[in-house]
């Protein structure tokens, strides 16, 4: 199993990323996937989350900024993140979840400044 992010880099405060993470080894179509996140001396929390019929959830510190979406036909989730601001510096994780397995890719690096 694979789950591989790209798409983190380094933005200024307002700007945009669009994080994808590309799963393989999984029959994706039946896994929920959710992006995490972890900054710095801080615990890994949840960003997002959308589930095999296409309904999402979203932290409510992301929520009208961050769309997550998913593509069943490419194994692909992606996450939009729109106005970005320094406190959404972390390492985001993609993850997917289905019963008792759970997995998690690298993590790519976000950097807003102000």
């Known amino acids: 199993v694979q789950l591989v992010e790209s798409g983190g880099g380094s933005v200024q405060a307002g700007g945009s990323l669009r994080l994808s993470c590309a799963a393989s080894?999984?029959?994706?179509?039946?896994?929920?996937m959710a992006w995490f996140r972890q900054a710095p001396g801080k615990e890994r929390e949840l960003v997002a989350t959308i589930f095999t019929g296409h309904a999402t959830e979203y932290a409510d510190s992301v929520t009208g900024r961050f769309t997550i979406a998913r593509d069943n036909a490419k194994n692909t989730v992606s996450l939009q993140m729109n106005r970005l601001r320094p406190e959404d510096t972390a390492v985001y994780y993609c993850n997917a979840g289905f019963m008792t397995r759970d997995y998690w890719g690298q993590g790519t690096q976000v950097t807003v400044s102000s």
């Open positions: 080894g999984i029959d994706f179509n039946i896994y929920t």
